[in-house]
T-cell receptor, first 116, second 109 residues
């Protein structure tokens, strides 16, 4: 149980284009999902908290107009990287909080984005 | 500001020995404590969580919690090379989970 999927698992895009990443909780409902970014050999960096049906809460320093988050249902959140630049190349990981649990989060497998 | 501190390592442990990973936290009101394992290039996976003082065992893993000392640890018995990974400690506060930066564990064959 508590499986989270992400799609795509990897993507290469050209500078200036937009990329959408999907995060789905497959066997549970998640009112809250989280988006992280991780650069090589560095720790997880929380980008934003996504609540179903409301606007996402972004961490300080994360541009909300560049990283668009939509959480339209209890099982799906999307992250769109707009006007991507090479410095946006990173490993993007979503997680979902188990509703009614101890606040444990289950992570998706991650999406590796390369912007050329 | 809530903080979760872990020694970054690397912590090197011979195969078959006990690996001991430690974590301290600053928010005395923290309610639950989690250990995640992250292999290189992969996303974190939940190993176990604990919310009561004392020990909690799950297979080769034991989580230990001491709320008075604001200290949580993870013991891995009979360490295997496949246990080599980064271990993240996470603490639940009012706003959700706060993650430590992780300890890099190396199990030497």
């Amino acid at each position: 149980g508590a499986v989270v999927s992400q799609h795509p698992s990897w993507v290469i895009c050209k500078s200036g284009t937009s990329v959408k990443i999907e995060c789905r909780s497959l066997d549970f409902q998640a009112t809250t999902m989280f988006w992280y970014r991780q650069f090589p050999k560095q720790s997880l960096m929380l980008m934003a908290t996504s609540n179903e049906g409301s606007k996402a809460t972004y961490e300080q320093g994360v541009e909300k107009d560049k990283f668009l988050i939509n959480h339209a249902s209890l099982t799906l959140s999307t992250l769109t990287v707009t006007s991507a630049h090479p410095e946006d190349s990173s490993f993007y990981i979503c997680s979902a909080r188990l509703l009614g649990g101890e606040y444990e989060q289950y992570f998706g497998p991650g999406t590796r984005l390369t912007v050329t | 500001q809530k903080e979760v501190e872990q020694n970054s390592g690397p912590l090197s442990v011979p195969e078959g020995a006990i690996a001991s990973l430690n974590c301290t936290y600053s928010d005395r009101g923290s309610q639950s404590f989690f250990w995640y394992r992250q292999y290189s290039g992969k996303s974190p996976e939940l190993i176990m969580f604990i919310y009561s003082n004392g020990d909690k065992e799950d297979g080769r893993f034991t989580a230990q919690l001491n709320k008075a000392s604001q200290y949580v640890s993870l013991l891995i018995r009979d360490s295997q090379p496949s246990d080599s990974a980064t271990y993240l400690c996470a603490v639940r506060g009012a706003d959700g989970l706060t993650f430590g930066k992780g300890t890099h564990l190396i199990i030497q064959p």
